[in-house]
C-alpha cells in the first residue's frame, strides 16, 4: 500500500496560513492525494483531492509538488474550529473496481486564539 | 438534509454477546464502508460494499460481519468472535467505488465490551 508520512502536530496562531506537509515519495502515477479532517469524537470530513495540479475549494488549497512525492493542504486562515487531526491519504486503486481510503495517524493542528 | 446517520452513539455490551451497528444513507450512494478507529489510531476498514446485495472484506475483517439488502442500509455486526471489540465504528459512503469521489463520514458509533 502507498504510505504517507506527516508531522504528528503543528500548532498555528489564529487567523493565520496554516501549511499542512505530506510525503509521499512512493506515489504512483493513478494514485489520488485525498486530504480528510476528523475532529474529536466525530466522523473524519472530506477537506480536498487533487492528482497532479493544484486545487481549491472553498476550505482549502492543496499544492502538489512536480514530482509528486509531497503535497502541501493549505488553510488561508486558521479559526478555533480548524482545530483537528488532518489525514493526508493516496487514494489508490485496490482492484476489482475499487478505490481505497488508508489512513494513517495524521497531524493533530492546534489553534491558538 | 442528506447524509449519514448511525446509532446509536454509545453502545455497551458483555462480552460474548453479538451486536449490530446500525448505518443509513439517504444520499443515494452505491458504496457504503465500515472503519474501525482505536485511541490516537486512523481508521482501518473492515467491510465494503459497491452494490446491493454484495461486500467484500477490508483489512481488518474477522470477527465482524455485514449485509446489504438495501441500498440505504449497510448494517455492522461485531460478533462474539471479535477478540477486542471495544473501538469507535465509523460508517461511510460514496457515490460509487469505481472513481476516487470522496466519501461521507457518519458521527460514528463508540462500542465500550466489557
Known amino acids: 500500500d502507498a504510505k504517507t508520512t506527516q508531522p504528528n502536530s503543528m500548532e498555528s496562531n489564529e487567523e493565520e496560513p496554516v501549511h499542512l506537509p505530506c510525503n509521499h515519495s512512493?506515489?504512483?502515477?493513478?494514485?489520488?492525494i485525498h486530504w480528510y479532517r476528523q475532529l474529536p469524537s466525530q466522523g473524519p470530513e472530506y477537506v480536498i483531492h487533487?492528482?497532479?495540479s493544484n486545487v481549491n475549494n472553498r476550505m482549502a488549497s492543496l499544492a502538489i509538488a512536480e514530482d509528486r512525492k509531497s503535497s502541501t493542504l493549505i488553510l488561508h486562515r486558521a479559526t478555533l474550529r480548524d482545530a483537528a487531526v488532518y489525514y493526508c491519504?493516496?487514494?489508490?486503486?485496490?482492484?476489482?473496481?475499487?478505490?481505497?481510503?488508508?489512513f494513517g495517524k495524521g497531524t493533530k493542528l492546534s489553534v491558538i486564539p | 438534509d442528506g447524509g449519514i446517520t448511525q446509532s446509536p452513539k454509545y453502545l455497551f455490551r458483555k462480552e460474548g454477546q453479538n451486536v449490530t451497528l446500525s448505518c443509513e444513507q439517504n444520499?443515494?450512494?452505491?458504496?457504503m464502508y465500515w472503519y474501525r478507529q482505536d485511541p490516537g489510531q486512523g481508521l482501518r476498514l473492515i467491510y465494503y460494499?459497491?452494490?446491493?446485495?454484495?461486500?467484500q472484506k477490508g483489512d481488518i475483517a474477522e470477527g465482524y460481519s455485514v449485509s446489504r439488502e438495501k441500498k440505504e442500509s449497510f448494517p455492522l455486526t461485531v460478533t462474539s468472535a471479535q477478540k477486542n471489540p471495544t473501538a469507535f465504528y465509523l460508517c461511510?459512503?460514496?457515490?460509487?467505488?469505481?472513481?476516487?469521489?470522496?466519501?461521507?463520514f457518519g458521527p460514528g458509533t463508540r462500542l465500550t465490551v466489557t
Open positions: 461511510a459512503s460514496s457515490i460509487q467505488t469505481g472513481q476516487p469521489y470522496e466519501q461521507y
Open positions: 512512493t506515489i504512483s502515477g493513478t494514485d489520488y
Open positions: 487533487g492528482l497532479t
Open positions: 491519504i493516496l487514494r489508490a486503486y485496490s482492484g476489482a473496481g475499487s478505490y481505497q481510503l488508508t
Open positions: 444520499l443515494n450512494h452505491d458504496a
Open positions: 460494499s459497491q452494490i446491493v446485495n454484495d461486500f
